[in-house]
């Protein structure tokens, strides 16, 4: 079938998703994976040519070639790469129907996903999910890690039904609600031996000489302190080691003389246990409020409601959406 096959054929998208069925959506995500027709006929367990025929009638119902025939595998086009991103996610919507369904069948509370940003996020987090789980005690509660940019690709993909944490870009504004929950001070810490800790009258001229421990780039934490120095023309002079696990920052200051700016929240118990030593130094700025971030323009199920709620009680405040 060539590309002109398919010019000057009217397309109605309500018309073609009514004609696409549960088994194209399996086809598509598994040849979304293998981008090989043989091995996508293997794991549905029918013929190559069967595999084929599946693939034509997509491409048929929907009017337009969705991948490129190589001479080995399949290369997915634009058009192709939208239509695996619908089928994985409605493949990830049907499987979490069933969970909860089978689960509130058998007299349980579903399941939630949550993700959530470390630091302050993470310690109201854990309060609330001892509080849910003291009033749905068979909720069923998936709790995933991650930075703000990460957790809101999940957000949109379905994988989680809410999370903990900031917008990274204002077009995001369009596409998910916020609910404002806290702001986050931060401080600068290094191991308890660091020639620093006693110092008095320190500077950022001062900072910028030693190593530094920092969060990747898309991090909120990592454009506050660029900003630290960006604004006092200073670049840091030493090594850098940019990494996104607190424990690994943990352990190597510890080990060395290296300095990293830290949610306040997330360093507290490691200072009050004697692992870490605050830098004396004042900050000009603060990490921007974290919040709940749900998709916009869809209701938010029961548990998922309840949860919230439990959050903004927590932190102490109303309801500010965005």
Same mark, same amino acid.
């Given at each position: 079938?060539?590309?002109?096959?398919?010019?000057?054929?009217?397309?109605?998208?309500?018309?073609?998703?009514?004609?696409?069925?549960?088994?194209?959506?399996?086809?598509?995500?598994?040849?979304?994976?293998?981008?090989?027709?043989?091995?996508?006929?293997?794991?549905?367990?029918?013929?190559?040519?069967?595999?084929?025929?599946?693939?034509?009638?997509?491409?048929?119902?929907?009017?337009?070639?969705?991948?490129?025939?190589?001479?080995?595998?399949?290369?997915?086009?634009?058009?192709?790469?939208?239509?695996?991103?619908?089928?994985?996610?409605?493949?990830?919507?049907?499987?979490?129907?069933?969970?909860?369904?089978?689960?509130?069948?058998?007299?349980?509370?579903?399941?939630?996903?949550?993700?959530?940003? $470390?630091?302050?996020?993470?310690? /109201?987090?854990? #309060? =609330?999910?001892? @509080?849910?789980?003291?009033?749905?005690? *068979? %909720?069923?509660?998936?709790?995933?890690?991650?930075?703000?940019?990460?957790?809101?690709?999940?957000?949109?993909?379905?994988?989680?039904?809410?999370?903990?944490?900031?917008?990274?870009?204002?077009?995001?504004?369009?596409?998910?609600?916020?609910?404002?929950?806290?702001?986050?001070?931060?401080?600068?810490?290094?191991?308890?031996?660091?020639?620093?800790?006693?110092?008095?009258?320190?500077?950022?001229?001062?900072?910028?000489?030693?190593?530094?421990?920092?969060?990747?780039?898309?991090?909120?934490?990592?454009?506050?302190?660029?900003?630290?120095?960006?604004?006092?023309?200073?670049?840091?002079?030493?090594?850098?080691?940019?990494?996104?696990?607190?424990?690994?920052?943990?352990?190597?200051?510890? $080990?060395?003389?290296?300095?990293? /700016?830290?949610? #306040? =929240?997330?360093? @507290?118990?490691?200072?009050?246990?004697? *692992? %870490?030593?605050?830098?004396?130094?004042?900050?000009?700025?603060?990490?921007?409020?974290?919040?709940?971030?749900?998709?916009?323009?869809?209701?938010?199920?029961?548990?998922?409601?309840?949860?919230?709620?439990?959050?903004?009680?927590?932190?102490?405040?109303?309801?500010?959406?965005?």
């Amino acid at each position: 079938m060539s590309t002109d096959d398919f010019l000057g054929k009217p397309l109605s998208i309500a018309q073609a998703c009514g004609r696409l069925r549960f088994r194209h959506l399996q086809f598509l995500d598994i040849l979304g994976h293998t981008r090989n027709l043989r091995l996508t006929a293997e794991q549905m367990h029918i013929t190559q040519p069967a595999a084929t025929k599946i693939l034509m009638d997509i491409e048929d119902i929907l009017g337009s070639r969705l991948f490129d025939r190589l001479s080995r595998g399949m290369r997915p086009n634009e058009l192709g790469l939208f239509t695996l991103r619908y089928a994985s996610s409605a493949l990830t919507g049907h499987r979490k129907f069933v969970d909860e369904f089978n689960a509130l069948r058998q007299g349980g509370h579903g399941h939630l996903a949550i993700g959530a940003i $470390t630091g302050s996020a993470a310690h /109201l987090l854990i #309060a =609330a999910v001892a @509080e849910i789980q003291r009033l749905r005690p *068979l %909720l069923v509660l998936k709790i995933l890690e991650q930075s703000s940019d990460q957790l809101i690709v999940w957000l949109a993909e379905r994988k989680i039904d809410l999370m903990i944490g900031r917008f990274t870009d204002e077009a995001q504004k369009t596409q998910f609600q916020y609910e404002r929950l806290s702001s986050e001070p931060l401080q600068v810490v290094a191991g308890l031996n660091h020639p620093l800790r006693g110092a008095q009258a320190l500077d950022l001229v001062e900072l910028a000489r030693w190593p530094w421990i920092l969060y990747p780039s898309s991090t909120a934490v990592r454009k506050v302190s660029d900003a630290f120095f960006s604004s006092a023309s200073l670049a840091l002079t030493s090594g850098m080691v940019e990494t996104p696990s607190f424990l690994f920052a943990l352990e190597l200051m510890q $080990t060395t003389d290296m300095l990293s /700016l830290q949610p #306040a =929240a997330l360093v @507290e118990r490691y200072v009050k246990k004697g *692992l %870490l030593g605050r830098i004396p130094i004042d900050l000009p700025d603060r990490m921007p409020d974290y919040g709940l971030i749900t998709r916009l323009g869809e209701p938010v199920a029961p548990a998922a409601r309840a949860f919230m709620d439990i959050l903004h009680g927590m932190a102490g405040n109303a309801i500010e959406t965005v």
